[in-house]
């Protein structure tokens, strides 16, 4: 759950990986653009070479290289409009924690989106994002993705409370209706290994040490609701 921000203007994503008993991640990441999506991100980058990168995935990585908890990040591009690659969090409740800049910490007030425990008899991991988080979270991930979203006009990069149906119109109204149809129809799929046998999972499923998420883009992009997963093993 943890690189969800990456792919916040993404269409078609997914993330695979394992979460280790002292916190540590890794990940395998995958993403890339629709069609119609990518046009629009040609148009608003002033891009006219039709290989020219519309994901520049070493850029992205080296922008987050620097994000609070990453250890290491690569990400390759596979096609101009998507990317994949490893990344390795040192530790899940450190990654984009409010009140972190690099290796220093700064007073907080408000709690950090991830929270990670792990003791003898079991584990939990809890996944918090909402319109007060999701602008921190964004500032310390990538200007990339930020100034994307910002285009975009999402909720998550604006703080504006509109709906989902509200911002689905002001999208179609400003990009088209195929831009509207795309950000309405895609999702986020996600597949964690967690360092023991699941016992429960809020917002996906589960079997053995595995759990599944599929977070609808709009979802995350209005968060007219929180989203909220959480996930207990032992």
Known sequence: MAFLALFFVSCTAQISG??????????????ALEPTMTG?????????????????GPAIAA???????????SLKNIAPAAIQGPVQISRVSDFLA?????????????PNFIVFQQGSAGGR?????????????????SP????????????????????KAEYLM???????????DEIAQASIRTFIDFPGTVQSVRGGTFSGRRAEFAIP??????????????????
Not at 40 to 56: E, K
């Open 18 to 31: 394992s979460l280790k008993g002292d916190g540590q991640a890794d990940l395998q990441i995958y993403a």
């Open 40 to 56: 629009l991100i040609m148009r608003l980058s002033g891009t006219a070479q039709p290989d020219a990168l519309i994901l520049d």
């Open 63 to 73: 922008s987050m290289s620097s994000a609070p908890g990453v250890a290491s990040v």
């Open 98 to 110: 409010r009140g972190k800049t690099g290796n220093r910490t700064q007073a907080s007030k408000t």
């Open 125 to 141: 991991c809890v996944v918090n994002v909402n319109r007060n988080s999701g602008p921190e979270i964004l500032s310390l991930l």
């Open 144 to 163: 990339e993705v930020g100034n994307y979203l910002a285009a975009l006009m999402a909720p998550l990069a604006t703080g504006e409370a509109l709906t």
């Open 170 to 180: 002001l999208v179609g109204s400003v990009y088209g209706k195929g831009i509207a």
């Open 217 to 234: 883009l709009l979802d995350l992009l209005v968060l007219e609701k929180p989203l909220i997963y959480d996930v207990m093993w032992k």
